[in-house]
């Protein structure tokens, strides 16, 4: 069974970190395409990184420069390291999986767009207070 469990949430203030970190189980972790995903109340789910099987990094426009995505694939780890926190950062983030061991899987899977991804985790909290 496919499991993915999201840690490192918390309540910080403006200009601190977090490092959020994602442990899967059930698959060969290297063969997937994995990600961050964030939802706000009232805002819609938005990609945050995504980082593909050969390593290729992707992220949106927000997060460039202060967050850093990386695995670890012989711990089956996905990283989120996010320096200079906003409070406009403040959601629930999400890991995310796609399996993309072949090139045409890989492709398929667009980076930062959720419904490519098949599988979640439940989710951790960032707050960020001003």
């Known amino acids: 069974q496919r499991q993915l469990e999201e840690s490192g949430g918390g309540s910080v203030q403006a200009g601190d970190s977090l490092r959020l970190s994602c442990t899967a189980s059930?698959?060969?972790?290297?063969?997937?395409?994995v990600g961050w995903f964030r939802h706000a109340p009232g805002k819609e789910r938005e990609g945050v990184a995504t980082i593909d099987s050969l390593g290729t990094t992707t992220y949106a426009d927000s997060v460039k420069g202060r967050f850093t995505i990386s695995r670890d694939n012989a711990k089956n780890s996905l990283f989120l390291q996010m320096n200079r926190l906003k409070p406009e950062d403040t959601a629930m983030y999400y890991c995310?999986?796609?399996?993309?061991?072949?090139?045409?899987?890989?492709?398929?899977?667009?980076?930062?767009?959720?419904?490519?991804?098949?599988?979640w985790g439940q989710g951790t909290q960032v707050t960020v207070s001003s």
């Open positions: 995310a999986a796609a399996f993309c061991a072949t090139v045409a899987q890989r492709l398929r899977v667009t980076p930062l767009r959720a419904p490519a991804f098949s599988y």
């Open positions: 059930g698959y060969t972790y290297s063969t997937y395409c």
